[in-house]
Nanobody, 122 residues
């Protein structure tokens, strides 16, 4: 496991943008972002492969969110545009288990950030 610190959340109006950042304590394999709204289960948002060459998005964010990574800095980012009130949640950065280069399955991730709150007002 690695230590992850995510940040960048905040309060934004609908239609606005936020950029979430995640810093890892060491090199990681596949990485992803998940979110959890009050009273709901944690859900997949976006994933990126170890090389950064492959990405995958939940249908609900496709075309609005962009995941990226910089392996030289051990960072991963989530650019969120055209935000909607239904995007309101705590967002978590995650790193996949050793040897898993790309996945969007929650059970494949074993390292998690502390979470950063995103609130979108209507």
């Amino acid at each position: 496991q690695v230590q992850l610190v995510d940040s960048g959340g905040g309060l934004v109006q609908a239609g606005g943008s936020l950029r979430l950042s995640c810093v890892a304590s060491a090199r990681t394999f596949g990485m992803g972002w998940f979110r959890q709204a009050p009273g709901k289960e944690r859900e997949f948002v976006a994933a990126i492969s170890w090389t950064g060459g492959t990405t995958y998005y939940a249908d609900s964010v496709k075309g609005r969110f962009t995941i990226s990574r910089d392996n030289a800095k051990n960072t991963a980012n989530l650019q969120m545009n055209s935000l909607k009130p239904e995007d309101t949640a705590v967002y978590y950065c995650a790193a996949a288990r050793s040897g898993i280069y790309y996945t969007h399955s929650l059970s494949d991730y074993d390292s998690w950030g502390q979470g950063t709150q995103v609130t979108v007002s209507s």
